[in-house]
């Protein structure tokens, strides 16, 4: 004769039998669940991924149409603003001092 589970030999047995295979019914529910919300997560980074390559190759050739419609003067003015701003900079940086 088997023992009766602990919890549940007040429980008539028939009723014993469906709290088990509905507790067995939640934990397989949570894992399928616990999967599709890894697997949203992991089609929402690829949606991510594929979008901002799409706007990379999008800009990227954009970006250089327009510096091919500069003028002369614009191009050295942003030379000149980009030269001034490497002079900063390099004043920021704190030399090693060789003892």
Do not use: N
């Amino acid at each position: 004769m088997q023992k009766p589970r602990q919890g549940l030999s007040s429980v008539p047995k028939g009723m014993a039998q469906q709290w088990i295979a509905s507790r067995e019914g939640v934990i397989i529910a949570v894992r399928w669940l616990t999967w599709c919300f890894v697997l949203a997560q992991v089609w929402a980074r690829s949606v991510i991924v594929v979008l901002w390559l799409f706007y990379l190759i999008f800009c990227r050739p954009l970006g250089c149409f327009l510096l091919l419609g500069r003028s002369t003067a614009a191009k050295k003015a942003e030379i000149l603003a980009l030269r001034h701003e490497v002079a900063v900079l390099r004043r920021q940086v704190q030399r090693l001092r060789l003892s």
